[in-house]
Nanobody, 124 residues
Framework: VQLQASGGGLVQAGGSLRLSCATS????????MAWFRQGPGKDREFVAA???????HYSDSVKGRFTISRDNAKNTVYLQMNNLKPEDTAVYYC???????????????????WGQGTQVTVSS
């Protein structure tokens, strides 16, 4: 199983980025997918998730600004990030799990597979 995250970069506050996570080696349509991030000196935190049912979930800090989506035909999950803030600066990781339950969807240890991360830097 491989997860390849891309799309990070440097953007000014208020700008937008779109992250992609291309997967291989798994039956993508049956997996729940998530984005986490880890800022400097911080723990890895939940950003957004989309279950195999396509229901989506967001952290309070990104709700209304970020949108997670999936394309089962391309085995890819996306994170559209709008109105970016300096506090969004972090390495963003995608993750996949076959059996994550709703009550645990925000917990990193529930996910079996992880991508390598892509850096997002938001300047003020």
């Amino acid at each position: 199983v491989q997860l390849q995250a891309s799309g990070g970069g440097l953007v000014q506050a208020g700008g937008s980025l779109r992250l992609s996570c291309a997967t291989s080696g798994l039956t993508f349509s049956r997996y729940s997918m998530a984005w986490f991030r880890q800022g400097p000196g911080k723990d890895r935190e939940f950003v957004a998730a989309i279950r195999w049912t396509s229901s989506s979930h967001y952290s309070d800090s990104v709700k209304g600004r970020f949108t997670i989506s999936r394309d089962n035909a391309k085995n890819t999950v996306y994170l559209q990030m709008n109105n970016l803030k300096p506090e969004d600066t972090a390495v963003y990781y995608c993750a996949a799990d076959r059996e994550v339950i709703l009550s645990s969807i925000k917990l990193p240890y529930q996910y079996d597979y992880w991508g390598q991360g892509t850096q997002v830097t938001v300047s003020s």
